[in-house]
């Protein structure tokens, strides 16, 4: 008698867990269907002005556009961008909020001990856009190609210095990396923002600098800048004359990325909702236009395709901190 009752309360357990199972997909199906019903949230982990502000007002008119819903961007600068992301990913996970990242976000977690893990913590929802830097020299640098800048490096008793917008800094570890493939050494001086690293790197105060395409390409027009290369696999459409890297014969690419994640636990309906809404807006010849005049490109894809490249980036960055010791306060 014991038995069949433990077996008829093992089944009611069973049927119950079914029943509830049923109801929470029920529930998802319908917060789907809503979705969206009220604004939308976009955390932009920077201040205002900003390239990565720029890109997110756009994309949230477009979004706007696309999701018949107002998407009102809210700025959160602080720590280098972790403050905003960190509220981004502690809101609830009901698709209302979404935070803007870029590379740092792949960076951080080697330089800072954060509050949030960049990978479980979040769902992706989808990459924006993507752009090169360049490896751009001052014109009294006497290289005109990568391959001679390397040999240069190579054989320069007092060393090449190279500017960046500031330690742990994209700019700084992108180069970090370079230099670690290529074989070679220069030395970093840092900068509080790409802005003056760049000025001083046109004034010959530094020899080289990895540099963005809106910044590099009016310096090159009037030859205040040579650009020996483009850190992309292949040559880009606004400056198709310039090698890549790896034309060099230096194994090397770095991406310069925006893109979009939300809280933890976004259902999946909505989560491909908001992708095939962000994939639609990036391409829309307003975004586009935009893009193109700072080098930039759209970059639709899936959120798991935007998940990889966080991990693999996540994975690369950390053996460049190791590698070079960077320490940050």
């Given at each position: 008698?014991?038995?069949?009752?433990?077996?008829?309360?093992?089944?009611?357990?069973?049927?119950?867990?079914?029943?509830?199972?049923?109801?929470?997909?029920?529930v998802?199906?319908?917060?789907?269907?809503?979705?969206?019903?009220q604004?939308?949230?976009?955390?932009?982990?920077?201040?205002?002005?900003?390239g990565?502000?720029?890109?997110?007002?756009?994309?949230?008119?477009?979004?706007?556009?696309?999701?018949?819903?107002?998407?009102?961007?809210?700025?959160?600068?602080?720590?280098?961008?972790?403050?905003?992301?960190?509220?981004?990913?502690?809101?609830?996970?009901?698709?209302?909020?979404?935070?803007?990242?870029?590379?740092?976000?792949?960076?951080n977690?080697?330089?800072?001990?954060?509050?949030?893990?960049?990978?479980?913590?979040?769902?992706?929802?989808?990459?924006?856009?993507?752009?090169?830097?360049?490896?751009?020299?001052?014109?009294?640098?006497?290289?005109?190609t990568?391959?001679?800048?390397?040999?240069?490096?190579?054989n320069?008793?007092?060393?090449?210095?190279?500017?960046?917008?500031?330690?742990?800094?994209?700019?700084?570890l992108?180069?970090?990396?370079?230099?670690?493939?290529?074989?070679?050494?220069?030395?970093?001086?840092?900068?509080k923002?790409?802005?003056?690293?760049?000025?001083?790197?046109?004034?010959?105060?530094?020899?080289?600098?990895?540099?963005?395409?809106?910044?590099?390409?009016?310096?090159?027009?009037d030859?205040?800048?040579?650009?020996?290369a483009?850190?992309?696999p292949?040559?880009v459409?606004?400056?198709?004359?310039?090698?890549?890297v790896?034309?060099?014969?230096?194994?090397y690419?770095?991406?310069?990325?925006?893109?979009?994640?939300?809280?933890k636990?976004?259902?999946?309906?909505?989560?491909?909702?908001?992708?095939?809404?962000?994939?639609?807006a990036?391409?829309k010849?307003?975004m586009?236009?935009?893009?193109?005049?700072?080098?930039?490109?759209?970059a639709?894809?899936?959120?798991?395709?935007?998940?990889d490249?966080?991990?693999?980036?996540?994975?690369?960055?950390?053996?460049?901190?190791?590698?070079a010791?960077v320490t940050?306060?």
């Open positions: 008698m014991r038995v069949r009752a433990d077996a008829r309360l093992g089944r009611a357990v069973l049927g119950m867990a079914l029943v509830i199972t049923a109801l929470g997909a029920s998802c199906q319908a917060q789907a269907e809503d979705y969206p019903s604004p939308i949230k976009l955390i932009v982990p920077f201040a205002a002005g900003g990565n502000d720029g890109i997110a007002r756009l994309l949230g008119q477009l979004l706007s556009e696309e999701m018949k819903q107002p998407v009102v961007v809210e700025n959160r600068p602080g720590a280098g961008g972790k403050l905003g992301v960190e509220q981004g990913l502690r809101s609830p996970p009901d698709g209302y909020t979404l935070t803007l990242v870029s590379n740092s976000y792949s960076v977690p080697s330089l800072y001990k954060l509050p949030f893990d960049p990978v479980q913590d979040m769902t992706p929802i989808g990459m924006i856009a993507r752009a090169p830097f360049f490896v751009s020299v001052n014109p009294a640098v006497p290289a005109d990568l391959g001679e800048l390397v040999d240069l490096a190579r320069k008793p007092a060393g090449l210095t190279y500017a960046s917008s500031g330690t742990g800094g994209i700019s700084h992108a180069m970090e990396a370079f230099l670690k493939t290529a074989g070679i050494k220069m030395i970093h001086v840092p900068y923002g790409s802005a003056p690293a760049l000025t001083d790197t046109v004034s010959g105060q530094v020899n080289v600098m990895l540099t963005t395409a809106g910044s590099t390409l009016p310096y090159r027009e030859k205040r800048l040579k650009v020996l483009v850190t992309l292949q040559r459409s606004s400056a198709p004359d310039i090698p890549t790896r034309e060099a014969g230096v194994p690419d770095v991406t310069v990325w925006y893109g979009i994640i939300a809280p636990g976004v259902p999946a309906a909505v989560q491909a909702k908001l992708n095939a809404a962000i994939n639609a990036v391409v010849p307003e586009a236009e935009r893009l193109k005049a700072t080098g930039e490109e759209a639709p894809g899936s959120p798991q395709a935007f998940q490249q966080i991990v693999r980036e996540i994975a690369l960055w950390g053996d460049v901190v190791r590698d010791r940050v306060n």
